[in-house]
C-alpha cells in the first residue's frame, strides 16, 4: 500500500499521471495500475477521469490529507537507521555527577545549536549504572569514568575522550594531614566520597585493603560540589579528579595532599552502541564538544596555576 499512497500523492502533487510517473521514475501504466489498487482498497473513485487531466474526488482530498503525514513519517523511520541522515528524535545522553561542571552546558548548547531539531535528555548516575544503560538500549550514548587503561566495555563502541589524575584533597584552612604523607597516615582519618558503584572509591578501597587499612567513610553523597564544600569544611578527606578541582569554586578552600604510596589516573570514555543510526552525527559532535571543554579546562587550570 505504500506505493499507492506515493504514487496517489505524487499524482494530487503533480496534476499529471506523467509527471508523476517522470518523479517516481516509473511507467505511466505503473502509475494508474497503482491508482486503481489504492481505489479498490478505498472502496471509492479517487479521480474524475472525466476531466482532463483527472482531478481529485471529495475523497481524494480526505486520503490525500491523510496519506501525506504518513508517507511524512515513514521517511522519518526510514531515515532512523541511516547514519548519514540529520540527527532527528532524542539524544538520551548519560553523564557521570563528578565531570558534570565541566561538560554539561557545552555538550548541551552545542547540541541544539548544531542540531536545534533534536530533543536531548539528560541522565546522571555511577559509571557503572549508566553503562547497564546503554547496554539495555535505555540510553543511546554515556560518558563512563573507567580505570587507567582500560578498553571500552564488551559489546559496545567507544573513544576515550582524556585521561587525568584523581587527587586526594583537604580543607586548606582546616588541614587533618600534612601536605606530603601516606596510605597509613590517611587512613586515620574520614572521607568524604560517592556512594558505592564510584570507580575511584572503588580504587581508594583497594589501595587501603593492600595496605592492611580500611577506608572510613564520614559522609558518601552524590554531588561534587556539595562534596568539595563539605571537605573545605574540615569535615573529611575527599578524591576529585584534577581537571574538576580545577573548575570547582571551592578551588581556593582546597588543598592536594601528595601521597607517596598512591596515585589514581582514570580515563573517560564516550561510548554508544555499534549501531547509531542517524543519531551518529549527533553522537560525534558530542564527543569534540567534550574534547574541547576537557582542553579549555586543562588551559585555564595551568593558567591559573602559573599565576598564583
Same mark, same amino acid.
Given at each position: 500500500m505504500i506505493d499507492e499512497l506515493k504514487s496517489f500523492v505524487t499524482v494530487v502533487d503533480a496534476a499529471s499521471l506523467t509527471r508523476a510517473a517522470d518523479v517516481l521514475c516509473v511507467s505511466q501504466s505503473t502509475i494508474s495500475k497503482r491508482i486503481q489498487r489504492l481505489e479498490e482498497l478505498m472502496g471509492g473513485?479517487?479521480?474524475?477521469?472525466?476531466?482532463?487531466?483527472?482531478?481529485?474526488?471529495?475523497?481524494?482530498?480526505?486520503?490525500?490529507?491523510?496519506?501525506?503525514?504518513?508517507?511524512?513519517?515513514?521517511?522519518?523511520l526510514q531515515d532512523i537507521a541511516h547514519e548519514d541522515s540529520p540527527p532527528s528524535g532524542t539524544l538520551r545522553f548519560g553523564l557521570p555527577q563528578a565531570v558534570t561542571d565541566i561538560v554539561l552546558f557545552d555538550a548541551v548548547t552545542g547540541m541544539k545549536r548544531r542540531f536545534p531539531e533534536l530533543d536531548v535528555q539528560l541522565l546522571t548516575d555511577s559509571s557503572p549504572r549508566l553503562q547497564e544503560r546503554v547496554d539495555d538500549g535505555s540510553l543511546d550514548v554515556a560518558m563512563l569514568i573507567l580505570p587507567s587503561g582500560a578498553a571500552?566495555?564488551?559489546?559496545?563502541?567507544?573513544?576515550?575522550?582524556?585521561?587525568?589524575?584523581?587527587?586526594?584533597?583537604?580543607?586548606?584552612?582546616?588541614?587533618?594531614?600534612?601536605?606530603?604523607?601516606?596510605?597509613?597516615?590517611?587512613?586515620?582519618?574520614?572521607?568524604?566520597?560517592?556512594?558505592?558503584?564510584?570507580?575511584?572509591?572503588a580504587a581508594l578501597e583497594r589501595a587501603m585493603t593492600d595496605k592492611g587499612q580500611a577506608v572510613r567513610l564520614s559522609?558518601?553523597?552524590?554531588?561534587?560540589?556539595?562534596?568539595?564544600?563539605?571537605?573545605a569544611s574540615g !569535615? +573529611?578527606?575527599?578524591?576529585?579528579?584534577?581537571? #574538576? @578541582? *580545577?573548575? %570547582?569554586?571551592?578551588?581556593?578552600?582546597?588543598?592536594?595532599?601528595?601521597?607517596?604510596?598512591?596515585?589514581?589516573?582514570?580515563?573517560?570514555?564516550?561510548?554508544?552502541?555499534?549501531? !547509531? +543510526?542517524?543519531?551518529?552525527?549527533?553522537?560525534? #559532535? @558530542? *564527543?569534540? %564538544?567534550?574534547?574541547?571543554?576537557f582542553d579549555g579546562q586543562s588551559a585555564r587550570g595551568a593558567k591559573g596555576a602559573a599565576s598564583r
Open positions: 473513485v479517487l479521480f474524475d477521469r472525466n476531466a482532463k487531466p483527472p482531478l481529485p474526488t471529495a475523497l481524494a482530498k480526505r486520503v490525500y490529507e491523510q496519506a501525506v503525514p504518513v508517507l511524512r513519517a515513514l521517511e522519518q571500552s566495555p564488551a559489546g559496545l563502541a567507544g573513544n576515550r575522550v582524556t585521561r587525568f589524575d584523581v587527587k586526594v584533597v583537604q580543607s586548606t584552612d582546616q588541614p587533618l594531614v600534612a601536605r606530603r604523607t601516606d596510605m597509613h597516615a590517611l587512613a586515620a582519618h574520614g572521607w568524604i566520597l560517592n556512594p558505592d558503584g564510584c570507580g575511584y572509591r559522609i558518601d553523597t552524590y554531588g561534587t560540589d556539595m562534596q568539595l564544600r563539605l571537605v !569535615l +573529611g578527606l575527599g578524591l576529585v579528579p584534577i581537571d #574538576v @578541582l *580545577r573548575a %570547582s569554586k571551592w578551588h581556593r578552600k582546597l588543598s592536594v595532599v601528595e601521597v607517596s604510596d598512591f596515585a589514581l589516573a582514570i580515563d573517560l570514555w564516550l561510548v554508544h552502541p555499534r549501531y !547509531l +543510526g542517524n543519531l551518529r552525527q549527533a553522537v560525534e #559532535v @558530542l *564527543r569534540e %564538544s567534550i574534547v574541547a571543554s
